[in-house]
Nanobody, 122 residues
Framework: QVQLVESGGGLVQAGGSLRLSCAAS????????MGWFRQAPGKEREFVAA????????YYADSVKGRFTISRDSAKNTVELQMNGLKPEDTAVYYC???????????????WGQGTQVTVSS
């Protein structure tokens, strides 16, 4: 059974940092893209960042480029999202996902975690 379990969310002031972690289990993800998406109340789930597990190629949304860094640890089977320079508009539930086709498209994702709340106060 595939499981993606996020952790690391919380409340932080604007300008602060958080590090999210996604623990993956239940199958081999070596051919997958691992992504982070976020969803604010009343809005659609939007792409944040992704990494191709095999090559380490990374992808970022323009809104987070230069502030967020995605990485994967093959030994621990985890994907992490380092978030610096957080802004109130980054407030959302952050989801970890896995897919084998398109790293930026939520509809193409096969597996999702339960989400972790990130709240940035002004």
């Amino acid at each position: 059974q595939v499981q993606l379990v996020e952790s690391g969310g919380g409340l932080v002031q604007a300008g602060g940092s958080l590090r999210l972690s996604c623990a993956a289990s239940g199958r081999t993800f070596s051919t997958y893209n691992m992504g982070w998406f976020r969803q604010a109340p009343g809005k659609e789930r939007e792409f944040v960042a992704a990494v191709t597990w095999s090559s380490g190629t990374t992808y970022y949304a323009d809104s987070v480029k230069g502030r967020f860094t995605i990485s994967r640890d093959s030994a621990k089977n985890t994907v992490e999202l380092q978030m610096n320079g957080l802004k109130p508009e980054d407030t959302a539930v952050y989801y970890c996902g896995a897919n084998s086709i398109s790293p930026r498209t939520a509809a193409k994702y096969d597996y999702w975690g339960q989400g972790t709340q990130v709240t940035v106060s002004s």
